[in-house]
């Protein structure tokens, strides 16, 4: 099962974390996720809107660890 969550970090951003939580979450280079996300702005502004919402949707990390975690662990 994944135990994976999506979660902004408050370390490494540039501006609210969305990439970085996206690279985090599918283990891959930020910078390949960035430049993605850049291209894909620039040919379809839909991306920008998906950017604005996944800051607000997308819950920031508080850098504590989850209890249903550490349980399986």
Known sequence: MNDKKLKRPKEGRKISGVCLAVANYFNIDVTIVRIAWVLLTLF??????????????IPEDDG???AEYEEKN
């Open 64 to 66: 504590t660890i989850d």
């Open 44 to 57: 379809y502004g839909l991306f920008l809107i998906l950017y604005i919402a996944c800051a607000f949707i």
